[in-house]
């Protein structure tokens, strides 16, 4: 079983929709990243969460550290919007010391 | 732009060759990281440098290596390359090691590789 795991592994949705992406963790953490690809390949910080939320225009990221879950919002979608999306959680202390990545979210909001 | 430069964007050569792929951190970032994302699969950690010394490896073949410099820049060498070996490789860099309050993650555009 993945340390990180994301729901839904893909996620097609139209113009306008509310798109929820939701992240579940198994390790401790002390913070929880969201990440953005796009299909050309680069990868892009959107969130660092260590609780509570964040907003950050139509996006949105919320943390709930005793349930070790994470949600990434977002509002009005875009087609621009289509990219993957990548939870990763910062495992401090750990024997690796570095992000632990989920498998993804595949969205594509179409026109 | 994240801050983080990664060279060659594409690279493409053949079997048994072997390729430097290089990473200039965020200034002021003491440690970079390496990561490989074969097609359709996920982000694989390979290796950390800090502050020149390497911290944690992941899963990097014998056949890779990697170097920080004393400038803070990062090499990663690929060596007996084969078809799987195939990939966009990442690079990444932080303050200081993740984990820490508020260290967010800066990554460069990545390199891909592609093995013939």
């Known amino acids: 079983k993945n340390e990180v795991e994301q729901s839904p592994q893909n996620l097609t949705a139209q113009e306008g929709e509310f798109i929820t992406i939701n992240c579940s963790y198994s390790?401790?953490?002390?913070?929880l990243h969201w990440l953005q690809q796009h299909p050309g390949g680069g990868i892009v910080s959107l969130f660092m969460?260590?609780?509570g939320k964040k907003k950050h225009g139509r996006l949105i990221a919320t943390i709930n550290i005793q349930e070790k879950h994470s949600s990434l919002h977002i509002t009005a979608s875009h087609p621009r919007d289509s990219a993957v999306y990548i939870c990763a959680a910062a495992d401090y202390g750990g024997s690796q010391g570095n992000l632990i990545f989920g498998k993804g979210t595949k969205l594509s909001v179409k026109p | 732009d994240s801050g983080v430069t990664q060279t060659p964007k594409h690279l493409i050569t053949a079997t048994g060759q072997r390729v430097t792929l290089r990473c200039s951190p965020r200034s002021g970032d003491l440690s970079v990281y390496w990561y490989q994302q074969s097609l359709d699969q996920g982000l694989q950690f390979l290796i950390q440098?800090?502050?020149?010394?390497?911290?944690a490896k992941g899963n990097i073949l014998e056949r890779f290596s990697a170097q920080q410099f004393p400038d803070l820049h990062s090499e990663l060498n690929l060596s007996s390359l084969e078809l799987g070996d195939s990939a966009l490789y990442f690079c990444?860099?932080?303050?200081?090691?993740?984990?820490?309050?508020?260290?967010?993650?800066?990554f460069g555009q990545g390199t891909r590789l592609t093995v013939v």
């Open positions: 969460l260590s609780s």
């Open positions: 990444a860099s932080s303050p200081r090691p993740w984990g820490g309050v508020n260290t967010e993650a800066f």
């Open positions: 440098y800090y502050n020149g010394e390497e911290r």
């Open positions: 390790v401790g953490i002390s913070a």
